[in-house]
């Protein structure tokens, strides 16, 4: 089985200037190898040093960038001028402030829409795309998360989810949220921020655990990450409601590695199925689905990492 590749450190690090936004990216790895950028999830997190080492650093050139708001993009949790359409916008930016003419798309979750969304905005950019645990922002996706779905799976872990809110506020869960923790009260703010981080992840790390504990080590950074996932939920991801799939023959004709978890409650496997079925159908890019038998929806879950480094070699020896 393979694991992560060995610890680096970047040779370039920078900040995008997007008034109100400095968005931080940073280069490991070979500077004159397949260029490659990493697209966290969330939204509202951002990247960590093993998100650098899924990638042979003797052939790759890899870009890593906290989205806006997002770890050591500042101002942190800042929500203004924040879209998804910005974020694409940022990630043009950094390709064009490299000079880098072709790069592979890796991303995962909600990395993995806007790593869908990019190539469906700017196909001639694209030699290669990498997805893991895919989530299309349709409103069945989130609903399935957070209204009607993945409760029923574990009532209990809702029930007490449910607890927090009035009988008002239990008909309006991201609405009441995203007012709590975007209010001027911290106390409210971080009751708001826990209470939707340890449900989400409880339902996250089903696969490894069955005792998640919440363990908060900023109380800021925690409420900033779930403003911004609130700010992208309450306003639908800011995409049109199946904008992905209806754009899907938009896709270059590239290497596509779609890597799914089977036991991924967050986002289901039907998300990576339709999304490769769709490409097949319409005989646009080379997608290869690879459903992980015991994997769930993290990407540092033993099983997921052999699966993305195999697919990663894989699209370097295709590049090569």
Known sequence: MRD???E?????QGNLKQSPHFVYFEQVGNPAGIPVIFLHGGPGSGCNENHRRYFNPDKYRVILFDQ???NRSIPNGCVEENTTQELLNDIESIRRQLDIDKWVLFGGSWGATLALLYAEQYPENISGIILRGTFLARQCDFDWFAKSGVNKIFPDYWQEFTSNFNKTEKGHFI?????KVTTDDKSIQLQAAKTWSLWAGRVVTQSITHDYQLEV???EKLINEVKVEMHYAINHYFIEENQILNNISNVPDVPVKIIHGRKDLTCLPESSWTVHQALNNINKAESKLVIVPEAGHLASEASMIDALISSTDEIAELLS
Request: hydrophobic share 20%; with cysteine; glycine share 6%.
């Open 8 to 12: 680096i450190e970047p040779f370039n």
């Open 175 to 179: 609405k009441t949220l995203y007012e």
């Open 68 to 70: 806006r708001g997002c």
């Open 217 to 219: 080590e900023s109380e």
């Open 4 to 6: 992560l590749y060995p």
